[in-house]
Nanobody
Framework: QVQLVESGGGLVQPGGSLRLSCTAS????????MGWYRQAPGKQRELVGS???????NYVDSVKGRFTISRDNAKNTVYLQMNSLKPEDAAIYYC??????????????WGQGTQVTVSS
């Protein structure tokens, strides 16, 4: 069993910052890519960004220059530093991890989601 637990969401004013964390636990052999999706009300889930095991990142255009994804492989944790937040960044943020487990050599596992609200 694998579990991804997120933390760090909340309410922030426009222009503010938040840092999300997501830690994987349980039984697995390896974690490949990790990253973050988000879903706003009435919209499709979109990929915010991802990071490879080696630390290479990519981002959706709307967050480039404002969001930074990092990871600590020793802690099985991925982070999302969000700066200069805008009201349109408000959404439920979900982390994911592409993992090698007993059940499958490569499979995405998901966190439960954490709410980010950007409002004055």
């Amino acid at each position: 069993q694998v579990q991804l637990v997120e933390s760090g969401g909340g309410l922030v004013q426009p222009g503010g910052s938040l840092r999300l964390s997501c830690t994987a636990s349980g039984s697995f052999f390896n974690i490949y890519n990790m990253g973050w999706y988000r879903q706003a009300p009435g919209k499709q889930r979109e990929l915010v960004g991802s990071i490879t095991q080696g630390g290479s990142t990519n981002y959706v255009d709307s967050v480039k220059g404002r969001f930074t994804i990092s990871r600590d492989n020793a802690k099985n944790t991925v982070y999302l530093q969000m700066n200069s937040l805008k009201p349109e960044d408000a959404a439920i943020y979900y982390c994911y991890a592409d993992m090698h487990t007993v059940q499958a050599p490569r499979e995405d596992h998901w966190g439960q989601g954490t709410q980010v609200t950007v409002s004055s």
